[in-house]
């Protein structure tokens, strides 16, 4: 699908998990170049295999951040690093699925928020994370969470965390939602995609590092696809070591998977989304595959 141009639109990249330290220095060669390219107003991008497949560091995200991304959004491996928790605690551009339940790790539950809003150069933008359940962790309903979460983004509900409850950090109107949908099953993304339809500006799938071919806008103005992909190395499994991943099939032995190492052949996916700054509507999507 072909990107338009017209005069009340702002465009977005949102790209897939990063994969490992290939992952992070392929996102620094190519996002600061689509990010020109394209003319990309805001960025997220899923950093929770960044660490070596397995969670993320400070440094990590630091560097994520810098490469040029507004918001990090992640998933089900965001609790591999413990002392990566503290970080979920004090960033407000780093999201955990917000299905999780909510409070502090002093009160005996996950660190973080899952929730973003952010001005930036005349546009408010609003990512929310969240994760699916089916061949997952059982968690929260991300269906009656999102519900939850439209409700006090329209200021309907005043139960908002800690990190979020200040008068500055929600004095805006959110005219454009960013839903990153992080899940096994196809079925549950697509269903959730028709649920939200109208109600978020884009809603894109992570989790199975494998870009998928169905972008597409939907009948209420949402643009959608199943799975962003991943920026890592492209000659693995899923990022990481082929002959390990393999030997797990193969035998059904749980050997400890290690990032694939050859730096030559990194590629960064995702999508560019083109959206109507007014209503919120999505004008256009388009897949993107930049590297080697």
């Known amino acids: 699908m072909s990107l338009v141009n017209a005069e009340r639109t702002v465009r977005c990249a949102m790209i897939g998990d990063v994969v490992g330290q290939i992952g992070i220095e392929t996102l620094e060669t190519y996002l600061p170049e689509i990010i020109k390219e394209h003319n990309i107003n805001f960025v997220t991008v899923n950093g929770e295999n960044a660490a070596e497949g397995f969670g993320m560091t400070e440094k990590d995200f630091n560097r994520i951040i810098a490469a040029g991304a507004d918001v990090v959004t992640s998933g089900n491996h965001v609790w591999e690093k413990r002392d990566f928790w503290t970080i979920l605690e004090t960033e407000r551009n780093i ?72 008068e500055s950090s929600f004095p805006y109107a959110f005219p454009i939602i960013l839903i990153d949908l992080h899940a096994e099953s196809s079925r549950e993304k697509e269903a959730f995609a028709y649920y939200a339809d109208g ?94």
């Not at 009160?107 to 408010?124: D, E, R």
């Not at 109600?199 to 962003?228: C, F, M, N, W």
């Not at 393999?246 to 560019?272: C, N, P």
């Open 95 to 166: 999201l955990r699925p917000a299905n999780y339940p909510s409070g502090s790790a002093t009160l005996q539950n996950v660190s973080g928020v899952g929730v973003a809003s952010v001005y930036k150069n005349g546009t408010s933008w609003v990512v929310i994370n969240l994760q699916g359940r089916e061949m997952m962790t059982p968690i929260q309903c991300p269906f009656q969470c999102f519900d939850r979460l439209i409700k006090i983004l329209t200021g309907r509900a005043t139960d908002i965390h800690p990190l979020l409850s200040d």
């Open 199 to 292: 109600r978020a500006s884009l809603i894109a799938g992570t989790h199975t590092h494998v870009q998928t071919a169905d972008e597409r806008i939907l009948p209420k103005g949402s643009a959608y696809i199943t799975d962003l992909g991943m920026t890592g190395n492209s000659d693995s499994v899923i990022g990481m070591d082929p002959k390990i991943c393999l030997e797990r099939s193969r035998k059904m032995v749980m050997y400890h998977m290690e990032t694939a190492s050859d730096k030559k052949i990194g590629k960064v996916q995702g999508i560019i989304a083109e959206i109507d700054a007014d209503t919120g509507n999505a004008v256009s999507i388009k897949r993107i595959s930049h590297g080697l």
